[in-house]
């Protein structure tokens, strides 16, 4: 596709399209002019072909010559084009002429002959395939562009084959002609003057018998389908006296290249069977502990035994949520080198499948530019064959600064591109790869190295100048808005009212690297915004970047990343490939999730920004089952799994038998007839179907019949009706969406597509569909990624998780408490709008292919806000204890000790199992536990009551963030402190524990010793709340151990309050209260 380096802007609903040329003195061209040329021989306009391409003559100088002169200077002139003297080749559609037959490239068998009008013209023949074809969307076939004089020879190939009679030999058209398949047309001649063109081939191979959907092709396909099978079982052990290489050519090689491209790695069974004992051990003992707690309530404390058993039940089901999807824990392997072995041989164009890559970006102040070109600029340089990946990136602000970044990162990616693949760096982000303390001699010994890498980073440095420059332009927005170079103003100046936009920078326009190879394609996509529409964020974004890229390159796979997640290990792509490229179990699988790993946290990683245990255990576990669920970012999809298409169907093998009793068995015997009866039943009514075809095939050839109502036409009529209304009104989209393996349509105009792939982006093109309901990523939550995930497990797809050795993707995370309280905020919002939504997995999905393990991970994922209620009413339980004395157990007895330190080791001895078998650290364990507690009394209340606010009372409410202070120095964003309402809820939970244990402490010196006994388990009850919220404490310190002004405040309100109740409790005065005499004084 060339656009010349032009910005491409327009808008479907309003009829605009213009090329935006930012170095032609704002000159504006429609694209009718790029095929407005008239022909030098006639001067008559050089008409579009069926596929809306101007019609090219001479592939040498594309002199200008309509069709018209190009037959009648082959048929009648010298056969040469006028310019270059170069002679003119057959193109399709055109008839032969003397000369034309060492031309072997053109396989064009319905118009290489002319045969004048004798016979039944073609016409007749082709009339209901265009009709099918133009109703369908697809591109004309070449046999719409045929001379309405020409015919369809008879395919004898020079013989008779006397098995056929004369009058039923015919051309069976593949299901890519014309929808389905379903017609033949009857073909003869009758004219035995002319003679067909003997072909050199056997009569054997005849398609009316042999050809393509006959029984006997069929046959011969299972045929050879079952040798390769047989092949994929056979080793190759070094030292067999009976192994034979055999006559295979390729056999050498099927020891690795033939062999699966991974492999499940089970977990060990001296770690994965104890930790599964442990499991059904804990659970005897909840049932033990709640039998106990139950029976024996406190009956001078009802209400807060009562609230503490309720909230005990709530937890307990939360931890089965999300226990049992950890039952069958696996990792994962992958061949690489097996990987080329079977998809890159040597002298061959590699058979690795394209990937379309996708990178979102909304605001570019605060997603800064030079952090999304290094992400543009590791996926550029991925070690993947150049002409199979394309970029598309999304601006979903349309702002001119994430424009001119892009342009220049494609300026850059000239040099950086080969560098990196010259000498096989890793990691190809240029900012982590420089700044990195790391030797970079390591396995380097080319001698020009050093000294390239020392010029590469000073063009690097000149790179970060120029972007920082744009950033600082464009802290201030001029009046009038942005204007381009050529003066055109900016079509994205307001950012909720601009038409769609599409600049192709790298791939098709001509331009390569420094070192003149190919660089891969990069495209800027910014869809089309207008007021009174729903654009549903992220979600609308990533769908119309689906529909570009299935229009331009439509490539059966797609890496989804966001603008802070760079491309870590440049073999991502290949390890994911290992999975869907794999020819026994790829076909299932919808998404390869890679774990997210993070940049620039610090050593403690204090709020648990790495989600480790939930990234290296979690996720473990979902991938023994159905699958991980998808995390946003770091996962490559197959196209068709988006498109909402059900999984493929496994074929049933056959049921095991009773082979322990004979054939006359009684309790199987009838099982075995029935089955039987059902196979035999199953078959007939197959060879029944498949026989019909062929009768209602001879009955039209003999008949001669082609009608233009019938009822496959009818049928290719509502399957395209039916197609529009699922995917859109675009017949280029629709085309490709029906192409499983990719691809796009033959001689597509650059003018056709560019048109299509702005009406694509267009703000009303999902309207009346199944976008963002069963198609692409799904609406109705911020958190679409499990929406997504959790729309195609219910269709019957899986999911594989893959760990490389090397991170396969990076980012950046928020390191300051009132940021991650925010992230969290969000994902809990998401995940309680799809609790109240028709897609809560609760009572959705039911029948489609989702299993029950994986289903309870779906429910834990939208259930664990709720959380968030008897969790801050159970830490608030110890300080209600301690001010009034009262406790939510009984005088515990000896059993009832027995079964609180059982439940104790279990939950520690559960924890320790997981960390081993999932290789997390000790550190790591403990802060998710203390930051489950942090945001759950925070976070996930707030997200909680925002949801019901927002999806009952249809209030948005947003929490914004107020940066306070700042430090500077490494981790500097680490001390920041930002006030938000969200630190409200911990904070006072922390100052009443405190309070509760300094007024439980004073009570027991007051009162002596008995009363120290009762006191031990309020005391650890309000400590185990106030060490898990102790992370929190630290942030509010900041890193001069200061507390900020707002937290003195609050906490001066707060003991104002508690100062009323410590009058209620009263510690220092005897239990007996005080003893009143009379003094005999008269006080009056």
């Given at each position: 596709m060339n656009t010349g380096g032009r910005l491409i802007a327009g808008s479907h609903n309003r009829n605009e399209f213009v090329l935006i040329n930012a170095d032609e003195n704002a000159r504006i061209r429609s694209v009718q002019e790029l095929s407005g040329q008239t022909c030098q021989i006639c001067r008559d306009e050089i008409e579009l072909t069926v596929d809306g391409e101007p019609f090219v003559a001479c592939n040498?100088?594309?002199?200008?010559?309509?069709?018209?002169?190009?037959?009648?200077?082959?048929?009648?002139?010298?056969?040469?084009?006028?310019?270059?003297?170069?002679?003119?080749?057959?193109?399709?559609?055109?008839?032969?002429?003397?000369?034309?037959?060492?031309?072997?490239?053109?396989?064009?068998?319905?118009?290489?002959?002319?045969?004048?009008?004798?016979?039944?013209?073609?016409?007749?023949?082709?009339?209901?395939?265009?009709?099918?074809?133009?109703?369908?969307?697809?591109?004309?076939?070449?046999?719409?562009?045929?001379?309405?004089?020409?015919?369809?020879?008879?395919?004898?190939?020079?013989?008779?084959?006397v098995e056929i009679s004369s009058d039923r030999h015919a051309l069976i058209v593949p299901p890519s002609l014309g929808g389905h398949g379903n017609r033949v047309h009857?073909?003869?001649?009758?004219?035995?003057?002319?003679?067909?063109?003997?072909?050199?081939?056997?009569?054997?191979?005849?398609l009316a018998v042999y050809g393509y959907g006959s029984v006997a092709w069929k046959d011969r396909m299972e045929e050879w389908k079952r040798k390769q099978n047989e092949k994929l079982q056979v080793v190759r052990h070094e030292g067999d006296p009976d192994f034979e290489d055999g006559d295979d050519a390729d056999f050498p090689m099927m020891d690795e290249g033939r062999q699966p491209l991974s492999r499940k790695i089970?977990?060990?069974?001296?770690?994965?069977?104890?930790?599964?004992?442990?499991?059904?051990?804990?659970?005897?003992?909840?049932?033990?502990?709640?039998?106990?707690?139950?029976?024996?309530?406190?009956?001078?404390?009802?209400?807060?035994?009562?609230?503490?058993?309720?909230?005990?039940?709530?937890?307990?089901?939360?931890?089965?949520?999300?226990?049992?999807?950890?039952?069958?824990?696996?990792?994962?392997?992958?061949?690489?080198?097996?990987?080329?072995?079977?998809?890159?041989?040597?002298?061959?164009?590699?058979?690795?499948?394209?990937?379309?890559?996708?990178?979102?970006?909304?605001?570019?102040?605060?997603?800064?530019?030079?952090?999304?070109?290094?992400?543009?600029?590791?996926?550029?340089?991925?070690d993947y064959p150049v002409d199979?990946?394309?970029?598309?990136?999304?601006?979903?602000?349309?702002?001119?600064?994430?424009?001119?970044?892009?342009?220049?990162?494609?300026?850059?990616?000239?040099?950086?591109?080969?560098?990196?693949?010259?000498?096989?760096?890793?990691?190809?982000?240029?900012?982590?790869?420089?700044?990195?303390?790391?030797?970079?001699l390591k396995n380097k010994v080319h001698p020009a190295f050093v000294r390239e890498r020392r010029a590469m980073k000073r063009?690097?440095?000149?790179?970060?100048?120029?972007?920082?420059?744009?950033?600082?332009?464009?802290?201030?927005?001029?009046?009038?808005?942005?204007?381009?170079?050529?003066?055109?103003?900016?079509?994205?100046?307001?950012?909720?009212?601009?038409?769609?936009?599409?600049?192709?920078?790298?791939?098709?326009?001509?331009?390569?690297?420094?070192?003149?190879?190919?660089?891969?394609?990069l495209v800027y996509v910014s869809r089309e915004k207008r007021p009174g529409f729903d654009h549903h964020k992220k979600a609308g974004a990533?769908?119309?970047?689906?529909?570009?890229?299935?229009?331009?390159?439509?490539?059966?796979?797609?890496?989804?990343?966001?603008?802070?997640?760079?491309?870590?290990?440049?073999?991502?792509?290949?390890?994911?490939?290992?999975?869907?490229?794999?020819?026994?179990?790829?076909?299932?699988?919808?998404?390869?999730?890679?774990?997210?790993?993070?940049?620039?946290?610090?050593?403690?990683?204090?709020?648990?920004?790495?989600?480790?245990?939930?990234?290296?255990?979690?996720?473990?576990?979902?991938?023994?089952?159905?699958?991980?669920?998808?995390?946003?970012?770091?996962?490559?999809?197959?196209?068709?799994?988006?498109?909402?298409?059900?999984?493929?169907?496994?074929?049933?093998?056959?049921?095991?038998?009773?082979?322990?009793?004979?054939?006359?068995?009684?309790l199987c015997f009838g099982s075995r007839k029935n089955r039987k009866a059902k196979t035999v039943a199953a078959d007939k009514k197959k060879k029944n179907r498949e026989a019909s075809k062929q009768i209602h095939a001879l009955e039209n050839i003999e008949e001669g019949r082609v009608t233009k109502g019938s009822n496959v036409e009818q049928s290719t009529e509502a399957m395209q009706?039916?197609?529009?209304?699922?995917?859109?009104?675009?017949?280029?989209?629709?085309?490709?969406?029906?192409?499983?393996?990719?691809?796009?349509?033959?001689?597509?105009?650059?003018?056709?597509?560019?048109?299509?792939?702005?009406?694509?982006?267009?703000?009303?093109?999902?309207?009346?569909?199944?976008?963002?309901?069963?198609?692409?990523?799904?609406?109705?939550?911020?958190?679409?990624?499990?929406?997504?995930?959790?729309?195609?497990?219910?269709?019957?797809?899986?999911?594989?998780?893959?760990?490389?050795?090397?991170?396969?993707?990076?980012?950046?995370?928020?390191i300051n408490l009132s940021d991650r309280l925010h992230q969290v905020l969000r994902w809990a919002l998401g995940s309680v709008e799809i609790f109240l939504s028709r897609h809560c997995p609760i009572w959705y999905g039911y029948g489609g292919g989702l299993k029950w393990l994986e289903r309870l991970s779906y429910i834990n994922s939208v259930v664990y806000p709720w959380t968030s209620l008897p969790l801050i009413v159970y830490c608030s339980l110890p300080a209600i204890c301690l001010l009034t004395g009262k406790f939510i157990v009984p005088e515990i007895s000896n059993y009832a000790s027995i079964l609180f330190m059982a439940l104790f080791s279990s939950i520690a001895i559960t924890g320790i199992l997981e960390m081993q078998w999932g290789k997390v650290g000790i550190d790591d364990w403990w802060r998710n536990e203390q930051f489950w507690v942090i945001g759950g009394v925070s976070a996930h209340l707030f997200a909680l009551f925002q949801g019901l606010l927002k999806v009952l009372a249809g209030v948005d409410t947003n929490f914004t963030v107020t940066s306070k202070a700042a430090d500077d120095g490494e981790f500097s964003d680490l001390y920041l402190f930002k006030w938000t309402s969200l630190l409200i809820p911990p904070m006072t939970l922390l100052?009443?524990?405190?309070?509760?244990?300094?007024?439980?402490?004073?009570?027991?010196?007051?009162?002596?010793?008995?009363?120290?006994?009762?006191?031990?388990?309020?005391?650890?009850?309000?400590?185990?709340?106030?060490?898990?919220?102790?992370?929190?404490?630290?942030?509010?310190?900041?890193?001069?151990?200061?507390?900020?002004?707002?937290?003195?405040?609050w906490s001066i309100l707060l003991a104002s309050i508690l100062t009323l109740l410590w009058v209620r409790v009263n510690p220092f005065v005897a239990k007996g209260g005080p003893i009143l005499e009379i003094c005999g004084l008269d006080c009056l």
């Open positions: 040498e100088c594309a002199f200008p010559v309509c069709r018209p002169c190009y037959e009648y200077e082959r048929r009648e002139g010298n056969q040469a084009c006028p310019q270059c003297k170069t002679r003119f080749k057959r193109l399709k559609g055109s008839p032969r002429v003397e000369g034309d037959e060492e031309e072997d490239d053109i396989d064009d068998l319905d118009n290489e002959f002319e045969y004048g009008n004798n016979g039944i013209g073609f016409d007749q023949v082709s009339e209901g395939m265009s009709i099918s074809r133009r109703n369908s969307g697809f591109p004309q076939s070449d046999l719409d562009s045929a001379p309405p004089g020409s015919q369809i020879p008879l395919l004898t190939y020079g013989d008779e084959d009857p073909v003869s001649l009758s004219d035995p003057t002319v003679a067909a063109h003997p072909r050199p081939m056997v009569p054997q191979k005849d089970p977990i060990k069974s001296s770690k994965i069977n104890p930790y599964r004992m442990l499991i059904v051990l804990r659970l005897v003992i909840l049932g033990l502990f709640f039998h106990y707690r139950i029976l024996h309530p406190v009956k001078d404390a009802y209400a807060l035994w009562l609230i503490s058993v309720i909230c005990e039940i709530w937890f307990a089901v939360s931890w089965v949520l999300d226990q049992f999807p950890k039952w069958y824990p696996i990792e994962r392997e992958t061949y690489l080198d097996r990987l080329s072995l079977r998809y890159e041989k040597e002298g061959k164009p590699s058979g690795l499948s394209p990937v379309d890559v996708f990178v979102s970006t909304v605001d570019p102040l605060k997603e800064p530019p030079l952090i999304t070109a290094n992400t543009v600029l590791s996926i550029l340089a991925v199979k990946v394309a970029c598309y990136v999304s601006d979903d602000g349309a702002a001119m600064l994430t424009f001119e970044a892009l342009s220049e990162t494609a300026e850059f990616a000239r040099k950086w591109v080969p560098f990196c693949k010259k000498y096989c760096i890793e990691p190809r982000a240029p900012e982590w790869y420089f700044c990195h303390k790391m030797d970079y063009d690097y440095e000149e790179f970060k100048v120029k972007i920082n420059a744009l950033v600082a332009t464009a802290q201030k927005v001029p009046e009038d808005g942005w204007t381009m170079q050529d003066g055109t103003p900016w079509p994205g100046n307001s950012v909720r009212d601009h038409p769609g936009m599409i600049q192709v920078f790298l791939g098709s326009d001509g331009v390569r690297d420094v070192e003149n190879n190919e660089l891969p394609r990533m769908n119309s970047l689906i529909r570009v890229s299935g229009v331009l390159s439509n490539a059966p796979y797609l890496l989804n990343v966001d603008c802070d997640h760079y491309i870590n290990n440049s073999k991502a792509l290949r390890e994911a490939m290992c999975f869907m490229m794999d020819p026994q179990s790829g076909k299932k699988i919808c998404y390869v999730q890679f774990p997210q790993r993070f940049d620039g946290i610090d050593r403690h990683d204090r709020y648990s920004n790495r989600n480790v245990v939930f990234f290296d255990i979690n996720m473990k576990g979902l991938d023994g089952l159905q699958g991980p669920i998808y995390v946003g970012t770091g996962c490559v999809f197959r196209r068709q799994a988006l498109y909402g298409f059900d999984a493929p169907k496994k074929k049933k093998g056959p049921r095991k038998t009773c082979n322990c009793w004979p054939k006359w068995c009684l009706m039916k197609l529009e209304k699922k995917f859109g009104q675009s017949p280029v989209f629709v085309a490709s969406a029906r192409m499983e393996n990719g691809g796009m349509a033959r001689n597509a105009s650059p003018a056709c597509l560019l048109k299509e792939a702005i009406q694509v982006i267009s703000c009303g093109y999902e309207d009346k569909t199944e976008w963002g309901k069963e198609i692409g990523w799904i609406y109705g939550s911020v958190t679409e990624d499990i929406l997504t995930g959790f729309k195609m497990h219910s269709h019957g797809w899986r999911s594989v998780y893959c760990t490389p050795k090397l991170a396969a993707f990076k980012g950046s995370a928020p100052i009443i524990n405190v309070i509760g244990v300094i007024v439980g402490v004073s009570d027991a010196i007051s009162n002596g010793y008995d009363s120290w006994g009762p006191l031990f388990g309020r005391l650890f009850f309000a400590l185990w709340v106030i060490i898990h919220l102790y992370p929190f404490l630290k942030g509010l310190l900041g890193k001069q151990d200061r507390m900020p002004t707002i937290i003195v405040v």
